[in-house]
């Protein structure tokens, strides 16, 4: 998986098992609309196509109109915006998946939100800006999406536990249910390599491709083990700590961009300039006195980057 420098940023060429982003991207997300969509209320909702990858819900454009954002939480790679009930319409919940591609571009009424200071005049239309959501105090929010992998569903906020995007979601890794000894016993019995058992989304809600090849060199756990055999305490105890920590730290980064991905602000995100092992086929370990070499496998068809010396 070659890389190349595409200004001050690295561009990874990703196969189309990779999707991104990852929990860390839609968390910077969730963090950058929340100022501009928390509290207010929604003017005008553009629709320009009937789907994204599945169909809009129905007279989606209109049950959102004239709605009140409450506020704008994360669960697992998912953002869900609170709607307030109005009239008859009860508390309903916007599910957004941003899928390979989807991202979000603010623009104010005196121009775009960008890196420093320039400004620019209010978007057109572009050919890949599917939603527009325009609020009352002349904020445009544009959702463009130009694979259609994302999506957008409303619920009822009494079924969003029980909806089909969250049933069956395992603990946040981010949250206080998540813990060494609960890690340990969702992993007890299984057979799985210890890596494919971190992507099953049951077992941990949220985790992607890159952080779990990070945290698994954070914890010095091999990708090829057998997850049963990281459930005893001393494994799982590194691993959560592990798994929290990775993602901590690519939050306080701003979240890797890779491909299309962006900030809502158009920053790029550059925790990507500090993985240790992902994408860094044959270069040297960098954990202090290890002395190995990073080396690249396949697992289920995915890229997984390890260091054989220091993760057993």
């Not at 813990?179 to 057979?191: D, I, K, M, N, V």
């Not at 809600?205 to 459930?231: D, F, H, K, M, T």
Request: aromatic share 6%.
């Amino acid at each position: 998986m070659a890389r190349r420098r595409r200004g001050r940023y690295f561009r990874l060429r990703l196969t189309k098992r990779e999707t991104m982003p990852e929990l860390p991207e839609v968390e910077t997300v969730r963090r950058g609309l929340a100022p501009v969509l928390e509290g207010r209320r929604i003017a005008h909702v553009t629709q320009r196509r009937p789907d994204l990858r599945f169909p809009l819900p129905p007279r989606f454009a209109e049950r959102l109109t004239g709605r009140r954002i409450s506020r704008l939480d994360r669960r697992a790679k998912y953002i869900l915006v609170r709607i307030e009930p109005l009239g008859a319409a009860g508390e309903e919940v916007l599910i957004m998946h941003l899928g390979m591609s989807g991202r979000f571009t603010i623009h104010g009424p005196e121009g775009t939100r960008a890196p420093g200071l320039f400004h620019h005049g209010m978007p057109g239309a572009e050919r890949h800006d599917h939603i527009v959501f325009d609020m009352e105090d002349g904020t445009r929010v544009v959702y463009a999406d130009h694979r259609r992998f994302g999506f957008m569903d409303l619920v009822a906020h009494a079924a969003l536990a029980t909806s089909a995007h969250l049933a069956a979601l395992g603990p946040e890794p981010l949250g206080n249910d998540f813990s060494a000894a609960t890690l340990s016993g969702r992993l007890e019995g299984r057979r799985a390599p210890i890596k494919a058992a971190l992507l099953d989304q049951r077992t941990v809600a949220g985790l992607g491709n890159i952080y779990v090849c990070e945290a698994l060199w954070r914890a010095g756990i091999s990708p090829n083990r057998s997850a049963a055999s990281v459930a005893g305490p001393m494994r799982s105890e590194r691993l959560a700590a592990a798994i929290r920590s990775v993602l901590l730290d690519a939050i306080a980064a701003g979240g890797s961009t890779l491909r299309d991905y962006a900030h809502t602000d158009g920053e790029l995100g550059y925790f990507q300039h500090t993985f240790a092992v992902y994408d860094r086929e044959g270069e040297a370990c960098s954990k202090p006195g290890c002395g190995g070499t990073v080396k690249r496998i396949v697992q289920s068809g995915r890229s997984t980057f390890y260091c054989p010396r220091c993760q057993r």
